[in-house]
């Protein structure tokens, strides 16, 4: 096997993720083989891989399987790990870490940086009640413009939205249409985000978990799966109070 394996960069950011869910094994196997494994509390997927292959080959091999490595890790636990930090002078928003830059001249209240990850702010958010603050106020106006546009989307009516900081769940749906979403999600990324609402809107279709809500949610989500395990692997409790 030679190195004939040329990667884009969101590639690169696929393989990347899914070897943070994937344990890589590699000895005198003929074959490729997954199995799902415990250690303790956790469970977690297995790839033993030939010997021979060389990396590239193996990470080939992952992004060719990666609808079936997020839904298999779906139903695993991960150990969580901290990954994203939250410390002075840096806030986490929208699943990236940004350095905050104060800059009371600024026209608008924030501008986001993604190229080298800066946020410049109007006002100082590097305070940790002031940043609590603009990330609440943050939840408040992209989770509930997101929700509205699936909602249109798929044609669906919502009673109510309530936001809060939930210990325990991510998002929930009552049946008289009104949904829950956890503040927290501000933290994640909008694929995240996005993850979390579709969820909640195919529970308006089906009040419960199975086969048939999970078919519609794949219809009307594909990546479900991948965007989920977001939420697993990174830490955002205590981030939000
Ligand atoms: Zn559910």
């Known amino acids: 096997m030679s190195n004939i394996y040329k990667f884009s960069s969101e590639e ?7 070897k943070k869910i994937l344990i890589i ?18 469970k977690f997927i297995v790839l033993y891989a030939p010997k021979l292959y060389n990396e590239n080959t193996i990470n080939a091999y992952i992004l060719k399987n990666q609808y079936n490595i997020y839904k298999m890790a779906y139903k695993c636990f991960f150990k969580k790990t901290n990954l994203l930090e939250n410390t002075q002078n840096h806030i986490l928003f929208l699943g990236k870490v940004y350095k905050i830059d104060y800059d009371n001249l600024l026209q608008a209240d924030f501008i986001l940086n993604d190229e080298e990850n800066i946020i410049h702010t109007k006002h100082n958010i590097n305070i940790p009640y002031k940043k609590s603050k603009f990330l609440e106020e943050q939840a408040f106006k992209i989770l509930p413009e997101r929700l509205n546009m699936y909602a249109e989307k798929f044609k669906l009516y919502i009673k109510n939205i309530k936001i809060k900081n939930y210990k325990s769940l991510w ?14 999600l501000i933290l994640c990324p909008k694929s995240a985000i996005d993850a979390i609402i579709c969820h909640e809107l195919a529970h308006i279709m089906h009040p419960n978990h199975s086969k048939d809500f999970y078919a519609t949610l794949e219809k009307i989500y594909p990546s479900y799966y991948k965007d989920y395990i977001w939420l697993n692997i990174y830490k955002t409790d205590n981030i939000l109070d």
């Open 25 to 42: 094994k590699r000895g005198n196997f003929k074959a490729y083989k997954f199995r799902k494994e415990k250690e303790g509390f956790y």
């Open 12 to 18: 690169l950011e696929d393989i990347d993720l899914l």
């Open 171 to 184: 998002g929930a749906c009552y049946t008289d249409n009104t949904i829950l979403l956890n503040k927290r």
